[in-house]
DNA sequence: TTCACTGCAAACCTTTTGCAATTCT
DNA sequence: AGAATTGCAAAAGGTTTGCAGTGAA
């Protein structure tokens, strides 16, 4: 099992929420996937390894992990990705305000969590000429992951 | 007749394409809309000037005027919005590969396209660390604005 | 006059809702 | 057992396609 879906599992546990199996088995396949997905994407991998499970309740799953802070969604794609887990750190998963920026391959569709160095003075200074008070912003790089480039 | 209005149709005239009712329709209420709207948004606004456009006539309109990049799509509401066009310059509307940034406010819904002075270099430290090639990013901004902060 | 563009009908895909049946705890 | 969650059916949105008719150049 891996830290992400032992994570996952334990939050919703100790949120008061069931363990169901369908939710089991999108936190299982979100843990092995490093790109986006669509709700049915998610439907359709869950299906071609026999398991049924119901395009609603995929959506219901979708909707409680993110709530639970344990998805994200990339704009780029609208599509969702699990949250990445620092081994060192306690776990931020479930923190709402923290910011999260991605890294998306153009070719292979990738899609890699990042810390982006400077930003938030970026944001402090937009808000200074601005006059906006910004709360929230959204970042998003596409291009050529390193694997890709090689080829 | 805006400077937006003028500049979009002789955009559209260059290319060869065709200056129809709904498509000025659709662009001067581009232009004096501050805020990103839906193809059904814009069907109910000019629904309620008394002017019927077919969904599927918004839909094909908004595909041109993307790829003539007259307007943007912003990720954060999933709608469109107006080029901003700048007064002194040539216009750079019809530039593909300018990047684009915005600032959303949470409370009006209007939408501020705007330059994002050091981004550019978070976008290369970025680009080195991670080893990817980026070509693109998209960076919006949500919070309140000055207006709305005054109330 | 001609061809690009629009409008209409219908299909398609995505997402949501209500309710009965299931299954975690 | 009891309550949360799922599956099913159906509806509600959003978007696309094909084709005949219209209108800009």
Do not use: W
Request: net charge negative; glycine share 4%.
């Amino acid at each position: 099992m891996t830290l992400y879906t032992e994570k996952a599992l334990s939050i919703l546990k100790n949120s008061g929420l069931r363990i169901t199996k369908p939710r089991r088995l999108v936190i299982e396949l979100l843990a092995k996937t490093s790109r986006s997905l669509s709700a049915y994407e998610i439907k359709e991998a869950l299906d071609q390894d026999g398991h049924k499970v119901d395009t609603v309740s995929i959506y219901r799953i979708i909707d409680c992990l993110y709530e639970n802070h344990l998805i994200h969604r990339v704009l780029t794609t609208g599509k969702v990705m699990k949250c990445k887990l620092e081994n060192e750190h306690e776990c931020e998963l479930n923190q709402s305000d923290h910011c999260h920026h991605f890294l998306i391959c153009q070719q292979c569709g990738s899609v890699e969590e990042v810390h982006c160095p400077g930003i938030d003075s970026v944001v402090s200074a937009m808000e200074e000429a601005s006059g906006y008070r910004i709360n929230r912003h959204y970042l998003e790089f596409s291009g050529i992951c390193p694997q890709c480039n090689l080829v």
